[in-house]
């Protein structure tokens, strides 16, 4: 069987390959009467959209989305919704060495080893191509959540954080990096460049805070909603890691220290702290649900590996094409994408249950 679908009342199925002639999205469940409309979705996939600037991959794709099912007039009708993007800029003869040898960290062997067969395009499924369908189906989740605010940033790139003290929501928009710290911008334009000229590449830490979150979502033992966030976030080509709330930094510290104390308060109770992640015991507590998600560096390099070809000889690969000297800076409209995807199929699931 192949799990390309995900979710449990609110569903989607994406399709399509990196270099085929289009790419999508099937949601399903999506509750009726919501407006919804590809100018309201367009926005987000233009902030994924390659070929933005000299730190993205050159590739020029309009990702113009197009709602072919599941809304007349303007709003959903409660049946499937079918998102599709059209592929315009393929350039598969930059993979013709790719289809006699394996990319080292790319999924070339373990798909060969699973099907016995795969697209060597561009990576087929395993392209981070793939997410921007991811971004289309959340771009329509959003609309179930309308009490709960999304925001992603990059906090770290190549090992190099932002200042905290130099926090600004207002510069994510306003550079190549969604990065909340101007200095940290200035600082990343000349790593990611030096990378990208030495033909190498930048892992990256994406942090998602999403406020608005009520008490009560997400359900015990098997429907945990820190569960199904880290899998929706894993599911994301490139991700290596998931960390919610203080993630591996709690388990160095004291259980008063990673306490999240409460007070009485006129709305309900109060935290002094968060270090949970705004979710305990797999339940939403009503304070900001808080992740990071570490992207590698794309295994797409000009710099020769040691690698096989498909009959076991030894060789060498250089990666040749168009590639993100540091996918994980357009992870972040794929992280928000995934969080309205979950925190939507939760909210359904918590009215399905408890009304």
């Known amino acids: 069987m192949s799990v390309n679908t995900f979710g449990r009342v609110l569903r989607f199925t994406t399709w399509g390959e990196s270099h085929g002639p289009a790419l999508g999205a099937v949601l399903d469940g999506c509750p009726p009467g919501l407006e919804i409309s590809e100018e309201a979705i367009q926005p987000f996939l233009d902030a994924r959209r390659p070929g933005t600037s000299k730190f993205t991959t050159q590739r020029r794709e309009p990702d113009a989305v197009k709602i072919l099912s599941g809304t007349f007039e303007g709003r959903t009708t409660g049946t499937p919704i079918s998102l599709m993007i059209e592929n315009t800029d393929q ?3 930059d993979y013709s060495d790719v289809a006699q040898a394996y990319r080292p960290g790319h999924a070339d062997y373990t798909y060969d080893a699973k099907y016995g067969f795969r697209d060597y395009r561009g990576g087929g499924r395993s392209s981070a191509r793939e997410t921007a369908a991811r971004v289309a189906a959340g771009a329509v989740a959003r609309q179930i ?11 770290e790139i190549g090992g190099d954080e932002i200042d905290r003290e130099a926090f600004d929501p207002a510069q994510i928009g306003q550079n190549p990096f969604f990065c909340p710290d101007s200095w940290a911008v200035k600082r990343w334009e000349k790593l990611v460049d030096d990378a990208r000229k030495d033909g190498s590449s930048l892992g990256a830490v994406v942090e998602c805070v999403a406020t608005g979150v009520p008490a009560g979502w997400g359900a ?6 820190d569960a199904d966030l880290a899998a929706a976030m894993m599911g994301i080509n490139a991700v290596k890691a998931v960390e ?13 220290e990673n306490a999240d104390p409460m007070h009485p308060g006129e709305n309900g109770p109060e935290f002094s702290a968060n270090h949970a992640g705004g979710i305990a015991g797999g339940i939403s507590t009503g304070q900001p649900v808080v992740m990071r998600i570490a992207f590698k560096p794309t295994s797409s390099i000009l710099i020769p590996q040691d690698t096989i070809t498909r009959e076991g000889e030894a060789t060498k690969l250089a990666t ?3 590639h993100d000297p540091c996918v994980g800076i357009r992870g972040a409209p794929v992280v928000e994408a995934m969080m309205a995807l979950v925190l939507a199929d939760h909210k359904l699931l918590h009215r399905a249950q408890c009304g």
Do not use: H, N, Q, T
Request: proline share 6%.
């Open 91 to 93: 350039r598969s003869k």
């Open 145 to 155: 959540i309308p009490e709960v605010s999304i925001m992603a940033y990059v906090c």
């Open 220 to 225: 015990p033992i098997y429907g945990k909603l």
């Open 244 to 256: 919610i709330g203080d993630g591996f930094r709690a388990a160095r510290l004291r259980g008063e």
């Open 320 to 322: 040749k094409g168009r």
